[in-house]
T-cell receptor
Framework: AQSVTQPDIHITVSEGASLELRCNYS??????LFWYVQSPGQGLQLLLK??????LVQGIKGFEAEFKRSQSSFNLRKPSVHWSDAAEYFC??????????FGTGTRLQVFP | DAMVIQNPRYQVTQFGKPVTLSCSQT?????MYWYQQKSSQAPKLLFH???????NEADTPDNFQSRRPNTSFCFLDIRSPGLGDAAMYLC?????????FGPGTRLTVL
């Protein structure tokens, strides 16, 4: 079955600390992978996507993610977290941009 | 310069009373989606349109219907809302390689 797992429901970090959010997927074909961020009361905003090529992709707001096919993972990273990064983060997989399958999300809390 | 607009942002309805949620877009994208997102859960695709071609997910309840009268607008109709339909409803559009989401409508069923 196709699925996305985000093992961490809630993560708390201090401002300025590094961040890694985990995402594992199960997908039968070549996956297209996405990370979205959702601030309270807002819709989802695309942070970055991976379709092919370089397995380390850069996104907006200083985020990056690395695709590791052998581990079926697409972890999101940021070297230094800002208080404004507090939000919910969703990993998603799909055959393209259509019919995305989302993980259950990781809520990030940032302490000053 | 909002691109995907959802109205209302908050909707309260009574058990069994039909409700309609609306979505409009200024992007002129031909693909539109409706997702349901329950508290602490992942967004779940209900249906989507390629232009006027309607595609229903297999597990979307019959209670949920949709209309797309033109490229810009799309509606979600819940014919007889139950308590289990309380959720955030997200509309999205896509073109090329990105989905653009609206801010969502939070539906409360009393």
């Amino acid at each position: 079955a196709q699925s996305v797992t985000q093992p961490d429901i809630h993560i708390t970090v201090s401002e300025g600390a590094s961040l890694e959010l985990r995402c594992n997927y199960s997908y039968g074909a070549t996956p297209y992978l996405f990370w979205y961020v959702q601030s309270p009361g807002q819709g989802l905003q695309l942070l970055l996507k991976y379709f092919s090529g370089d397995t380390l992709v850069q996104g907006i707001k200083g985020f990056e993610a690395e695709f590791k096919r052998s581990q079926s993972s697409f972890n999101l990273r940021k070297p230094s977290v800002h208080w404004s990064d507090a939000a919910e983060y969703f990993c998603a997989v799909g055959p393209y941009t259509d019919k995305l399958i989302f993980g259950t999300g990781t809520r990030l809390q940032v302490f000053p | 310069d909002a691109m995907v607009i959802q109205n209302p942002r908050y909707q309260v309805t009574q058990f069994g009373k039909p409700v309609t949620l609306s979505c409009s877009q200024t992007l002129n994208h031909n693909v539109m989606y409706w997702y349901q997102q329950k508290s602490s859960q992942a967004p779940k695709l209900l249906f989507h349109y390629y232009d006027k071609d309607f595609n229903n997910e297999a597990d979307t309840p019959d209670n949920f219907q949709s209309r797309r009268p033109n490229t810009s607008f799309c509606f979600l109709d819940i014919r007889s809302p139950g308590l289990g339909d309380a959720a955030m409803y997200l509309c999205a559009t896509s073109a090329r390689d990105t989905q653009y989401f609206g801010p969502g409508t939070r539906l409360t069923v009393l």
